[in-house]
């Protein structure tokens, strides 16, 4: 009898393209690459930075809230990326097992033995108790892209408006745009450069295969 549990079931948006995304490769000094990284957890954070709250919830995150446009902040596998002035998302691995920190106990135990196996959503909530602020799992909303490569940043400049020069745009930087018709987060990992593009899940196919189509020149020679 075939499985039907919910590992079976689940199925990433961009699954049906992994071959062909894994055959637009390209590799050499033109390099770049196209994969979906699905899955991961991603929680929607609202809560005044100002506020007592605020600090209860970067305690229990193990790192502050960014607070300028384009800032992100990381702790262990955690990024958290800002989304305005009063709002982060909140991505880490899928179905993490690494957790946040309770404050009474990190002050007992090393922080590595305190981890608290809890969703990342619950432990938020927690913190964030009966106060002003929201804490939404999120995670069922976008996919995420990732393009590598040295001519990745040439791809995304096809249909991307930001400046994506080095000078504007580097590692840790992350900001919410457009590449081709599709809205996006985009969020640049490595100087590779590596970049994470989060899109609406039901626009995670035309986006994949515009950038696939956006590749394709880098496998020929270039012309002079």
Not at 24 to 46: I, Q, S
Not at 87 to 96: I, Q
Request: hydrophobic residues 40%.
């Amino acid at each position: 009898m075939a499985e039907t549990g919910t590992e079976t079931l689940r199925r990433s948006p961009l699954a049906h393209l992994e071959e062909r995304m894994r055959e637009a490769a390209v590799t050499g000094a033109r390099g770049v690459t196209l994969t979906e990284l699905p899955f991961l957890t991603m929680v929607n954070l609202r809560v005044d930075p100002s506020s007592e709250t605020a600090g209860r919830i970067e305690t229990a995150l193990g790192a502050p809230l960014p607070r300028r446009c384009g800032d992100t902040a990381a702790s262990g596998p955690r990024t958290i990326l800002w989304l305005g002035p009063d709002e982060w998302l909140v991505l880490s691995p899928p179905e993490e097992a690494v957790a946040l920190r309770e404050p009474e106990a990190v002050a007992l135990r090393e922080p590595e033995a305190v981890a608290l196996r809890e969703p990342e959503a619950v432990a938020l909530r927690d913190a964030l108790g009966s106060d002003p602020g929201s804490v939404v799992d999120v995670s069922a909303n976008r996919t995420t892209l990732e393009l590598s490569g040295p001519s990745a940043r040439q791809v995304l400049e096809k249909g991307c408006p930001l400046d994506l020069h080095p000078r504007a745009f580097g590692p840790g930087r992350a900001m919410s745009t457009t590449v081709g018709p599709v809205s996006v987060l985009l969020w640049q990992v490595d100087d590779a450069p590596t970049y994470r593009l989060l899109p609406r899940s039901s626009f995670a196919d035309y986006l994949a295969r515009w950038l696939v189509d956006g590749m394709s020149e880098f496998s020929r020679p270039e012309v002079p």
